[in-house]
């Protein structure tokens, strides 16, 4: 089966039973936590994130059409694809637990599905980590940075470090959510931080050092 058509049968599913439970979803609802009267938030809280998914999809594939970098998706293909996959079945994987949270509320199911939104996040995290170092420069995923999208040695540096964090990040977030489920946050707080923030930083860090070790002067100042 072809990446394209895992996607789009998982979404061709996803708004089927989302369309199923559209009929049941004000059912699920505690009467002091119902929504006023009328369709919209039953058509919001079905088909919000199903459709998000769809948007992301044809959106990275559009921007892979126009990157100037494309010649590179050559050397990367599979990965990119199996990026799209993961952020599929991540956003249809918390579309069906939010639903799932609201039929905890009418006792419906049991309360194990609260652990289940953080250990998807951890697994698709250690996923990430382990495929991110295979990325080439591109302009659509990945730790697009100026200094990365300038060297690809930056970027596979920056990219084998980022790896390494987002397993480590994944294998922890799974851990503490059946450590400390409640205390969930200090990892997963920091964590998503470093990841926005750390990431490009790091990229930064690694242009300098890159830059110093093939600055002239400092080499022949060495020789000297």
């Not at 998982?10 to 089927?16: E, H, K, N, S, Y």
């Not at 088909?47 to 594939?61: D, G, N, Q």
């Not at 990119?80 to 996959?85: I, K, M, P, S, V």
């Amino acid at each position: 089966m072809s990446h394209d058509k895992f996607r789009y049968g998982v979404l061709a599913a996803a708004f089927c039973v989302s369309t199923l439970l559209f009929f049941r979803l004000p059912d699920f609802w505690p009467i002091r936590y119902r929504f006023p009267a009328g369709p919209f938030p039953w058509i919001f809280t079905s088909f919000t994130l199903p459709t998000a998914a769809l948007v992301i999809v044809l959106i990275f594939k559009s921007l892979a059409k126009r990157d100037p970098l494309r010649a590179n998706y050559v050397k990367f293909r599979r990965t990119y694809e199996l990026f799209l996959d993961l952020a599929v079945l991540l956003t249809i994987g918390t579309h069906f637990l939010l639903i799932g949270k609201l039929m905890i509320l009418q006792v419906r199911i049991g309360r194990w599905i609260t652990y289940v939104p953080s250990s998807l996040i951890g697994i698709i995290l250690v996923v990430a980590g382990n495929i991110l170092p295979r990325l080439r420069p591109n302009s659509a995923m990945g730790i697009r940075t100026r200094w990365t999208l300038r060297d690809e040695t930056v970027w596979m540096k920056t990219h084998r470090g980022g790896g390494y964090f987002l397993f480590a990040f994944g294998l922890t977030l799974i851990a503490w959510t059946f450590i400390d489920f409640m205390g969930i946050w200090w990892v997963l707080g920091p964590g998503a931080v470093l990841t926005a923030a750390g990431l490009p930083l790091l990229s930064y860090v690694i242009w300098k050092c890159e830059r110093r070790s093939s600055s002239p002067f400092l080499n022949s100042h060495k020789e000297n």
